[in-house]
């Protein structure tokens, strides 16, 4: 079965630093996602992406965040200052019809 | 906005056993996802539910879902520690939109 990759699995950032979080989505899907977990929390929605354009975000999406699709394959996750309580494992999801498939994740520590 | 409850909230079975855990949401629900997580990994899709009344089986997993409860369950047939994980349901607000997810049920399989 067709799979999302995310990649790094793990990133360690020091606190203000900027760091991107890549995904490859499943290549003929047109919905994408960016999902964090906290852990031991809930699995939280960030933003989902439709046609090269952010179609719904949560509160927690603030102007720290940005997301692209900056070529036919990749959809990144970009946070521009990150804090301690960014500290979260951070899932790409990608969908064709109601779907998602989601990826293995990116652990991202901020120390 | 939606809110999902899933209980119990953690339960251990020994090896054999059949279990049920639910999944109660305060909203009327459109499509009702069954995931499963090993701690700190990625979601694995196990079942999607549509409809009211709908049921679907995959290997020793059955959901259904009941559209007047607002409540969806998954039950086991006779457990084995492969079954052991983390089960999140989600739940969206219609066609490729975000889903809303429950904190998640933690089984324990003892063998």
């Known amino acids: 079965e067709p799979e999302v990759t995310q990649t790094p699995s793990h990133q360690v950032t020091q606190m203000g630093q900027e760091v991107i979080l890549r995904c490859v989505p499943i290549?003929?899907?047109?919905?994408f996602y960016w999902y964090r977990q906290i852990l031991g929390q809930k699995v939280e929605f960030l933003v989902s992406?439709?046609?090269?354009?952010?179609?719904?975000k949560s509160e927690i999406f603030d102007d720290q965040f940005s997301v692209e699709r900056p070529d036919g394959s990749n959809f990144t996750l970009k946070i521009r200052s990150t804090k301690l309580e960014d500290s979260a494992m951070y899932f790409c999801?990608?969908?064709?019809?109601?779907?998602?498939?989601f990826g293995p994740g990116t652990r991202l520590t901020v120390t | 906005s939606q809110e999902l409850e899933q209980s119990p909230q953690s339960l251990i079975v020994q090896e054999g056993k059949n279990l049920t855990i639910n999944c109660t949401s305060s909203?009327?629900?459109?499509?009702l996802y069954w995931y499963k997580q090993k701690y700190g990994e990625g979601l694995i899709f196990l079942m999607m539910?549509?409809?009211?009344?709908e049921e679907k089986s995959h290997e020793k997993i059955t959901a259904k879902l009941d559209e007047k409860k607002q409540q969806s369950s998954l039950h086991i047939t006779a457990s084995q520690p492969s079954h052991a994980g983390i089960y999140l349901c989600?739940?969206?607000?219609?066609?490729?939109?975000?889903?809303?997810f429950g904190k998640g049920i933690t089984l324990s399989v003892r063998p």
């Open positions: 999801a990608s969908s064709e019809t109601k779907k998602q498939y």
């Open positions: 290549s003929n899907h047109l919905y």
């Open positions: 992406f439709y046609n090269n354009e952010i179609s719904e």
């Open positions: 909203k009327t629900l459109y499509g």
């Open positions: 539910l549509q409809k009211g009344g």
């Open positions: 989600g739940a969206d607000g219609g066609a490729n939109s975000k889903l809303t």
